[in-house]
């Protein structure tokens, strides 16, 4: 439980950090995030234009007994992107069968 609720802690914190930055910076384009509950997964999303979007996505995974984070990026459409960046990550935490990689 404990585990649940550093995470949402975690997920609460990039939140409220965009949300501070986008009120700050007022950029013309502004970031946002998202996560899983649950999970090990962290996105920060940025759409440049409309129908496009860029995602920097952080997945917590073991490797080798380690726990390590993996870092992957992705850009293009948003529906064709959203679905890579999901499958890469559902292959990194072994929801899916194949080998990690990305674009």
Same mark, same amino acid.
């Given at each position: %439980?404990?585990? %649940?609720?550093?995470? #949402?802690?975690? %997920?609460? *914190?990039?939140?409220?950090?965009?949300?501070?930055?986008? !009120?700050?910076? @007022?950029?013309?384009?502004?970031?946002?995030?998202?996560?899983?509950? !649950?999970?090990?997964?962290?996105?920060? #999303?940025?759409?440049?234009?409309?129908? %496009?979007?860029?995602?920097?996505?952080?997945?917590?995974?073991? @490797?080798? =007994? @380690?726990?390590?984070?993996? *870092?992957?990026?992705?850009? !293009?459409?948003?529906?064709?992107?959203?679905?890579?960046?999901?499958?890469?990550?559902?292959?990194?935490? +072994?929801?899916?069968? +194949?080998?990690?990689? =990305?674009?």
């Amino acid at each position: %439980m404990a585990e %649940m609720e550093a995470q #949402k802690d975690g %997920m609460d *914190v990039l939140e409220a950090w965009l949300d501070r930055y986008n !009120g700050l910076a @007022r950029p013309a384009i502004p970031l946002d995030s998202g996560g899983e509950a !649950g999970g090990a997964q962290l996105r920060l #999303k940025y759409a440049p234009a409309d129908g %496009m979007v860029s995602i920097l996505h952080l997945v917590a995974v073991t @490797r080798g =007994g @380690r726990p390590v984070i993996l *870092v992957n990026t992705f850009e !293009g459409l948003t529906a064709e992107t959203s679905v890579q960046a999901g499958i890469w990550a559902s292959t990194q935490l +072994g929801r899916r069968p +194949g080998v990690g990689g =990305g674009p």
